[in-house]
């Protein structure tokens, strides 16, 4: 017998997870920008990467979240516990290897720029099998 969750339940506790996570990645990068020249120049390279790597995500998840309020009388539909479990692991597992692109640049010797870049060969697949992960949560409607 397949265990289920909650629709509502899962999106809201990958939601927290989004939230927090590129919430404290956000800050990091904003205070970067404003309290050091770690960056020199190009912070607009900075903001370049992160912004692709979090933002689409959070904009999803908002969109759904909008669309779930304004039509509230929908029952609950439920999902495969799995992939809920599968899609928070990798959800963790993408947004942790962000955070070490940050806290590897004070680390080595590179330039924090190049590292970036060097990281989305890495990232870059990664997302693409998040997004398709979450889009079980975010576009699918579920199981009655």
């Known amino acids: ?19 927090i996570f590129g919430g404290f990645l956000f800050l990091i990068l904003f205070l970067q920008t404003l309290l050091t020249s770690y960056y ?3 912070v ?6 992160f ?4 933002f689409p995500t959070l904009s999803l998840i908002t969109a759904v979240f909008v ?13 495969d516990n799995f992939f809920y479990i599968l899609t928070f692991a990798l959800s963790l597992v ?14 080595t010797q590179a330039n924090p ?3 970036m870049k060097l990281s989305n060969f890495g990232l870059g697949p990664l997302q693409g099998i998040i997004v398709a992960s979450m889009g079980i ?5 579920g199981n009655q």
Do not use: E, H
């Open 1 to 19: 017998m397949k265990t289920q969750i909650l629709m509502r339940t899962a999106r809201k506790r990958l939601a927290i997870l989004w939230f």
């Open 40 to 42: 020199g120049d190009k």
């Open 44 to 49: 607009d390279q900075a903001w370049s990467w």
């Open 51 to 54: 912004l692709p790597t979090i």
């Open 67 to 79: 669309n779930d309020a304004l039509d509230q009388d929908k029952p609950d539909k439920s999902v």
């Open 94 to 107: 993408y947004l942790a290897a962000i955070s070490l692109v940050f806290l590897i640049c004070p680390l």
């Open 113 to 115: 720029i190049d590292l």
């Open 137 to 141: 949560f975010f576009l699918k409607k």
